[in-house]
């Protein structure tokens, strides 16, 4: 609750909410946890600011899809979180359509600018250029998200362009009001943001150094934009006037944009990955994102041992829990890139019997070093050769995560981002859209980490049009083939070891979801080998893990899950505490 009290305006509405909620819900309210969680019937959104979730909500109110509402929070969010929500970047969606019981997954990862090389972002001795692939123009993809938000409205959306983009345009032309939060991360961007002339314009007052929480942001050029989207729709972005202002920006500073890279850009629709965890069924992001896979990986390991009755977070459940992390990170380094460019043994890597065998390699009695374990032997006859790409039923045309239910039980998890807090920094003169450096996620070169610490292999190399190698793990699971748990989180490599805590929490340990959101969180990725370790863990704890040979490093709060679970057709839905603007509403 103490993150209410700072923010007055998150207060009178989370007050004018809960009315509504202790209303109509106070029955289903749980007696025996800590930190309650909001409650709908009907419908619920959650996202990382509250005036998106409000006006994802309003679309659910009057009739809107969930999808409608997962769009219209997307393009809010690019203009009120500007750090992470984008139309310079992209990310994942997955949709689960009740009436069909299908879930599909729109891939917008951003795609390398056709003249891109993989070896360009080493220097003349041949090391990584990190300075190169985060902060240059070079750390630029070609965005994806106006494609993928826009497919996801034309294919499954009822309502149109133009009304979804009215909110947006709202915030951008006439301005919101900036929160604490949001000052507070402008301050500490402002090293890197001021050095642009576009972006210290925008996100830096002439007259004063810093916005204070109660200023307004008003982004005019973002506005601009969001117009030409609602008059011309994806064309404008791809082929029309937004585009021609990205690739002056790109040719002024010798970028690598060119016309065809905007021209030929297609959101992919893929089947999603799905595996079980116990009686549930785990529907999730296939590559490019390594997010899926991984979690799906680590779940198959975490199942066969008693992890319930060990309890959480037990030091045994724990070490469990991080030796498995270490073995899908070693095959996510390995095996894992664009479906599009390289095949992958992705069946094999999912399946139950392939978790039999790395689970061998887990010692109840002490942490196995890093340096012997390596990703799985798996042939390359056992590789996957069939296409992800699903085609459309009709013809038509820091990250961020939000999750919508609808009425009619249609769900959207989606995760986006520019990379970095406001990606490059790089805001194109003219447009207010801040780029991406998600090129960083690319392996430059074997063996050299990235920005996450995370290393890979020629699988996620540069090539002209690929796409890089992502950790964001949109995930939907289902009970009895209706939604039962709809999360997803920013993080970094982090993601994924966030969703399957929360997963596991849920399913074990009949945590309600606050709970398990607010839980401190723990996360080991193979390499470097230690354990990052959020506060609050009990010395206890942490002093088994290390006595079994595991190095513990405390971490800063990380992840920002936005989730909404379903029991008996109630809907409770959390919000992250680590991610103070963020709102969760049901009606
Ligand atoms: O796609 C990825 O895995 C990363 N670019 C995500 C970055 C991220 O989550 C940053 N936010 N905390």
Redesign the pocket.
């Known amino acids: 609750m103490r993150r209410i009290y700072r923010y007055p305006l998150l207060l009178i509405t989370l007050f004018s909410l809960s009315i509504h909620h202790t209303q109509a819900t106070t029955p289903i309210q749980n007696p025996n946890t800590i930190v309650q969680d909001i409650i709908g019937t009907k419908g619920m959104v959650s996202s990382q600011h509250y005036l998106a979730s409000q006006e994802g909500l309003k679309i659910l109110k009057k009739g809107g899809n969930a999808i409608d509402a997962a769009v219209c929070m997307g393009f809010v969010l690019a203009v009120t979180l500007p750090r992470?929500g984008n139309i310079g970047g992209g990310g994942f969606m997955l949709i689960h359509i009740a009436s069909e019981n299908r879930t599909i997954a729109i891939d917008y990862r951003e795609i390398a600018p056709q003249k891109s090389s993989k070896d360009m972002f080493l220097n003349k001795y041949g090391q990584s250029d990190d300075i190169k692939s985060r902060y240059s123009i070079f750390s630029s993809g070609i965005p994806g998200t106006v494609y993928g938000l826009t497919e996801a409205l034309n294919q499954y959306g009822t309502l149109s362009l133009k009304e979804i983009l009215k909110p947006a345009i709202h915030y951008a032309k006439k301005g919101f009001v900036i929160t604490p939060e949001l000052a507070h991360s402008l301050q500490k961007a402002h090293p890197r943001l001021s050095k642009h002339k576009a972006t210290s314009a925008i996100f830096y007052p002439s007259n004063k150094d810093f916005y204070a929480p109660g200023d307004k942001l008003v982004q005019k050029d973002l506005a601009w934009s969001l117009q030409q989207l609602a008059r011309h729709g994806r064309k404008a972005f791809y082929d029309g006037p937004i585009t021609e202002r990205i690739l002056d920006y790109s040719q002024k500073n010798n970028g690598l944009f060119n016309k065809t890279d905007f021209k030929s850009y297609k959101s992919v629709t893929r089947k999603p990955v799905v595996g079980t965890y116990k009686d549930f069924t785990v529907v999730t992001m296939p590559p490019p994102?390594s997010g899926g896979i991984v979690l799906i990986q680590l779940l198959n390991i975490a199942e066969q041992f008693p992890l319930k009755k060990w309890g959480y977070p037990s030091a045994k459940t724990m070490h469990v829990m991080i030796e498995a992390m270490k073995l899908g990170y070693a095959d996510r380094a390995h095996f894992l890139g664009d479906p599009d460019f390289v095949n992958m043994p992705t069946s094999v890597l999912i399946s139950k019997n392939y978790a039999r065998q790395r689970r061998l390699q887990i010692d109840l009695s002490k942490a196995e070093s890093v340096n012997t374990i390596h990703h799985g032997k798996i042939p390359k006859s056992q590789y996957d050769t069939t296409s992800t790409i699903v085609k459309p039923n009709k013809e038509s045309s820091?990250?961020t995560h939000f999750s919508v239910i609808d009425k009619d039980g249609n769900c959207v998890s989606n995760t986006y981002?520019l990379?970095?807090?406001y990606g490059n920094g790089q805001v194109v003169p003219g447009t207010g859209i801040l780029l991406n450096n998600?090129m960083d996620?690319f392996s430059s070169k074997p063996g050299h980490a990235n920005a996450?610490g995370l290393i890979g292999s020629t699988a996620n190399a540069i090539s002209g049009h690929k796409r890089?190698l992502?950790?964001?793990t949109p995930t939907i699971v289902f009970k009895d083939n209706h939604p039962f748990l709809i999360t997803g989180s920013?993080?970094?490599?982090r993601?994924i070891t966030t969703v399957y805590q929360m997963i596991i929490q849920i399913i074990d340990f009949d945590r309600t979801i606050s709970e398990a959101t607010y839980a401190p969180r723990f996360h080991h990725q193979w390499k470097p080998d230690r354990i990052y370790l959020e506060r609050g863990q009990s010395k206890d704890t942490m002093r088994l893990l290390q006595e079994k040979g595991h190095s513990i490093v405390i971490s800063r709060a990380?992840g920002?899950t936005q989730s909404i679970l379903i029991k008996n057709k109630v809907l409770y839905g959390a919000s992250d505490p680590r991610k103070p603007d963020s709102l969760t509403v049901g009606y």
């Open positions: 992470a994102s820091e990250t981002t990379n970095f807090s998600e996620d996450y890089m992502s950790s964001m920013p993080g970094g490599s993601i990380y920002g």
